[in-house]
């Protein structure tokens, strides 16, 4: 989604409903993947309440790898 973008910002809203999982499995595959460095993550309204993410230069290169 971020097109090779690190500074693009992609919905989390949209991603759930791209990848049609709940909300909780995606917080919690959003925090591990924020742990690891592969992304960068916006809330709005509380730390729960997640807005936007964007992937990060490590993100990119462990993408692009796989």
């Known amino acids: 989604m971020s097109e ?5 910002k992609i919905s989390v809203q ?3 409903d791209s990848l049609d999982t ?3 499995e995606m917080k919690n595959v959003l925090e591990h993947l924020r742990e690891l460095g592969f992304i960068n993550i916006e809330t709005i309204g509380g730390p729960l309440l997640y807005g936007h993410i964007s992937i990060t230069a490590a993100g990119l ?3 692009n790898d796989i």
């Open 22 to 24: 709940d909300r909780t």
């Open 61 to 63: 290169r462990k993408y």
């Open 4 to 8: 090779d973008d690190s500074s693009r």
């Open 14 to 16: 949209e991603l759930n």
